[in-house]
């Protein structure tokens, strides 16, 4: 099998993506960055999944907004500068 350690997509199924961003954000924010009706009125995965599977466009979006979703954390766990772990003079 071929490794792939740079593309952080590799991997991970359409749903996973999914479930990780209504973890994170929440239907009504999902709803927000990507407005598409499947995440605004009385949304589920099947629904979405179903919906993001046959428009290319939707899903570009979706995983996109996965991306910065990822991102987001790695740099939100990030120390600051100057760094807090530093020996004080």
Not at 15 to 21: G, K
Not at 61 to 85: A, C, Q, R, S
Request: hydrophobic share 30%; glycine share 4%; net charge positive.
């Amino acid at each position: 099998m071929n490794e792939q350690p740079n593309n952080p997509m590799h991997g991970i199924t359409l749903e996973n993506i999914l479930n990780a961003l209504v973890e994170h954000y929440g239907w009504g924010e999902l709803g927000i960055y990507v407005r598409i009706k499947c995440f605004n009125n009385d949304p589920s995965v099947k629904s979405s999944l179903k919906f993001l599977r046959r428009n290319p466009w939707a899903r570009t979006k979706v995983e996109n907004l996965y991306l910065d979703m990822l991102k987001e954390i790695e740099d939100k766990d990030k120390p600051k500068w100057p760094y807090t772990n530093s020996p004080k003079s």
